[in-house]
T-cell receptor
Framework: DSGVTQTPKHLITATGQRVTLRCSPR?????VYWYQQSLDQGLQFLIQYYNGEERAKGNILERFSAQQFPDLHSELNLSSLELGDSALYFC????????????FGNGTRLTVT | DAKTTQPTSMDCAEGRAANLPCNHSTISGNEYVYWYRQIHSQGPQYIIHGLKNNETNEMASLIITEDRKSSTLILPHATLRDTAVYYCIVRPRKSQGNLIFGKGTKLSVKP
């Protein structure tokens, strides 16, 4: 158990809809990262937050947004969903220090029908 | 960031040591080598990381060549539960940022 909690585990929704994925980092971790894993793309970095502020952006679509709250939990919002958004979405967290390993949750499996 | 090259797949007999190679010939002096694994659709699991000295923990050993252009992850006594995709990642030394995952090596441990 990595200590990173993601909810829900599974989500099935229709095209055009909007969903929110939630992540609770390990206790004491200030950084949160979001990754997307689809069959043909592997693990793709989406976005990183550090102590409530956006730190880095990867291949995140404009239809997607994220935030980190004062209690350090994070939410990833996906809107105007398309079939191609079906994927596993992972959250990871790390402590503040340099070269701290990322610890991943077990993901949310999103299916868009 | 330096690029890594790993074999697509490997097999290992249960109980034997699994040696997973990684080439990172363009690695710079301020970059660490990280290893993660992903067991069938679970979240990636951190295994070990190192800069230039060999490292060992309860999961594995990491051997980095003297010129740092390649490394080997060693699972000393592989079990069926070690079947997974193993990722070798190079990360800047002072990084507080994300990890970039490649395609990794699919390790199959067979009875």
């Amino acid at each position: 158990d990595s200590g990173v909690t993601q909810t829900p585990k599974h989500l099935i929704t229709a095209t055009g809809q909007r969903v929110t994925l939630r992540c609770s980092p390990r206790s004491g971790d200030l950084s949160v990262y979001w990754y997307q894993q689809s069959l043909d793309q592997g693990l793709q970095f989406l976005i990183q937050y550090y102590n409530g502020e956006e730190r880095a952006k990867g291949n995140i679509l404009e239809r997607f947004s994220a935030q980190q709250f004062p209690d350090l939990h994070s939410e990833l919002n996906l809107s105007s969903l398309e079939l191609g958004d079906s994927a596993l979405y992972f959250c990871a967290s790390s402590v503040a220090g340099v070269n701290s390993p990322l610890h991943f949750g077990n993901g949310t499996r999103l299916t868009v029908t | 960031d330096a690029k890594t090259t790993q074999p697509t797949s490997m097999d290992c007999a249960e109980g034997r040591a699994a040696n997973l190679p990684c080439n990172h010939s363009t690695i710079s002096g301020n970059e660490y080598v990280y290893w993660y694994r992903q067991i069938h659709s679970q979240g990636p699991q951190y295994i070990i990381h190192g800069l230039k000295n060999n490292e060992t923990n309860e999961m594995a050993s990491l051997i980095i060549t003297e010129d740092r252009k390649s490394s080997t992850l060693i699972l000393p006594h592989a079990t069926l539960r070690d079947t997974a995709v193993y990722y070798c990642i190079v990360r800047p030394r002072k990084s507080q940022g994300n990890l970039i995952f490649g395609k990794g090596t699919k390790l199959s441990v067979k009875p």
